[in-house]
C-alpha cells in the first residue's frame, strides 16, 4: 500500500485538509489519525447551542463513518502519535503502530491553558475544548446557581451568555482592564461589557485568580490575588490556549508559539506541514509570524495545502477573520491589528449595538470589528484583501460608501 499523506489531528483543519485532499484529485492514501474517540466535529457550538441544549452531539459531526469510507479517508480515533521519524518517514503510535507516510501533516491544534494547580479531579472545576469537556460542563450547568468564569475571551464570553440564559448568577473574573483584551478595540470590548451587564452578568477586572477555593473536593468558588473570595458551584476557566508543537519539537523541527512554517505552510522538513491552531506562518496582515485560532484559518489553509498537495504553488494568503455569538449578538473581525492601531473610527449605531471599527495603522485600514453589522464585515473582508485605500475620513462619513473603494 503507498504511504500517501498522513494527517496528524482530526479537528477542523484535519478533517477539512483530508476532504479537500479528495476534492483535489489527490488519489493516493490518506489518512486521518485523531486522538479522541468521536467522529471530527465542530467545536464553535460546543460553548453555545450545545450548552443552551439546543443541539446535540449527533449534529456535531461533520460526517458519517459512510462518508469517510465512501471518500477513501483512512479514520483512525483514538489514537496518539508518540514519535515522528524523519528519516524513516514513519510515525509511531501510542498502540505500538507504525505508519509511514509519503507527506506528513500536523495539524495538532492547542490545549487549554490551565491554572497553577490545576487539579481535574475537583468536582465543577472545568475547561471547554473537547467534546467531552463539553459534556461535562452541560451536566454541570443543570445543576448550578452561581457560575464564575475565569477568562474574558470569546469562549468565555459565550459560555457565560448561555449560563446567564439559564438563570445561573454569572461572575466573570479578567486579568486585563476589559473583554477580549487581545482581540478588539476598546469600544467594541465597552460595548459588549454593557451587553452582558444588562444580563446580569458581572465582572472583575485586572484581577487574576489566585488560587480555587475547594470543599470536600469540589469547588466552592476562587481567590483573586486582591485577597478577594468569589463564592460559585461551578467555575470554569477559559484563560487561552497552549499549541501542540511538543511532537514537531521532539522531531527537531523549529517551534515559536507554534509550529513554524513558510508561507506556503511547510517546516523545515520538505516532506512536513503544519497548519491550523499550531501552525506559525507568515502573514502580510500581521508584523512576523502569526498563529490563528479559528475556523476560518483552519479552512483556508487547510484548502490552499490541499491545492499546493496536488501541484500548485501559489503561497497561502487569505485575510484573517473571526466570529463569535454572545447571547443574540454578534461579533465579526476582519483583519488582525486591531491591537496595534493608532486611530479607531466608529461607523454606525454603538449604544444600538449596530456599529463597526475601523482601526487605522498609520493611516492604513488594518482591521475591521463589525456588531450586528454582517454587511459591513463582509465589505471590510474586501477591502482589505484590496489593500484599499480607505482613510479615517472616508470610514468617519456615513454617507461614504466604502465600497467605491475597490
Known amino acids: 500500500m503507498d504511504a500517501g499523506i498522513l494527517i496528524v489531528g482530526a479537528g477542523q483543519a484535519g478533517y477539512q485538509l483530508a476532504v479537500s485532499l479528495r476534492d483535489a484529485g489527490y488519489t493516493k ?57 524523519r ?68 469562549l468565555g464570553l459565550e459560555f457565560a451568555a448561555v449560563a446567564a440564559a439559564r438563570g445561573v448568577a454569572v461572575h466573570v473574573i479578567e486579568a486585563s482592564s476589559h473583554l477580549m483584551s487581545r482581540a478588539v478595540s476598546t469600544p467594541v470590548a465597552d460595548a459588549f461589557r454593557a451587553h452582558h451587564e444588562s444580563t446580569g452578568t458581572t465582572f472583575s477586572f485586572d484581577h487574576g485568580v489566585k488560587n480555587i477555593s475547594t470543599e470536600a473536593g469540589r469547588v466552592v468558588g476562587a481567590q483573586t490575588v486582591d485577597g478577594r473570595v468569589h463564592e460559585a458551584d461551578l467555575v470554569v476557566v477559559s484563560i487561552g490556549v497552549i499549541p501542540n508543537v511538543e511532537l514537531a519539537k521532539e522531531a527537531q523541527l523549529e517551534t515559536a508559539n507554534g509550529i513554524v512554517v513558510d508561507a506556503n505552510l511547510a517546516t523545515s522538513d520538505p516532506a512536513i506541514s503544519a497548519l491550523g491552531d499550531c501552525a506559525a506562518f507568515p502573514s502580510r496582515f500581521a508584523a512576523g509570524q502569526c498563529r490563528i485560532e479559528s475556523v476560518q484559518n483552519a479552512v483556508d489553509q487547510a484548502r490552499y495545502l490541499a491545492q499546493r498537495l496536488t501541484g500548485h504553488s501559489q503561497a497561502f494568503e487569505a485575510v484573517p477573520w473571526f466570529w463569535s455569538d454572545q447571547g443574540g449578538v454578534k461579533l465579526q473581525i476582519a483583519g488582525l491589528g486591531m491591537h496595534q492601531a493608532d486611530e479607531v473610527v466608529l461607523r454606525g449605531d454603538q449604544a444600538g449595538l449596530k456599529f463597526s471599527a475601523y482601526g487605522f495603522v498609520n493611516g492604513r485600514l488594518a482591521a475591521v470589528e463589525s456588531v450586528n453589522r454582517p454587511a459591513d464585515h463582509i465589505a471590510a473582508r474586501k477591502l482589505l484583501t484590496a489593500s484599499a485605500p480607505v482613510t479615517p475620513a472616508h470610514a468617519a462619513d456615513p454617507q461614504f460608501d466604502l465600497r467605491a473603494l475597490l
Not at 441544549?53 to 483512512?74: K, Y
Not at 497553577?116 to 454541570?140: K, Q, V, Y
Open 29 to 85: 492514501r490518506v489518512v486521518l489519525l485523531g486522538e479522541e474517540p468521536d467522529l471530527p466535529y465542530q467545536r464553535p457550538p460546543l460553548s453555545k447551542a450545545f450548552q443552551s441544549g439546543t443541539c446535540d452531539a449527533a449534529q456535531l459531526t461533520f460526517q458519517s463513518e459512510t462518508f469517510f469510507a465512501q471518500r477513501a479517508i483512512e479514520l483512525m480515533l483514538g489514537v496518539t502519535v508518540l514519535h515522528i521519524d
Open 87 to 154: 528519516e524513516r518517514r514513519c510515525v509511531m503510535t501510542g498502540d505500538g503502530r507504525r505508519l509511514d507516510y509519503e507527506h506528513l501533516v500536523l495539524a495538532t491544534g492547542a490545549r487549554n491553558r490551565l491554572l497553577p494547580g490545576w487539579n481535574s479531579a475537583t468536582d465543577g472545576l472545568l475547561t471547554l475544548r473537547t467534546l467531552d469537556d463539553a459534556r461535562r460542563l452541560r451536566e454541570a450547568l443543570l445543576n448550578a446557581k452561581r457560575a464564575l468564569i475565569v477568562g474574558a475571551g470569546f
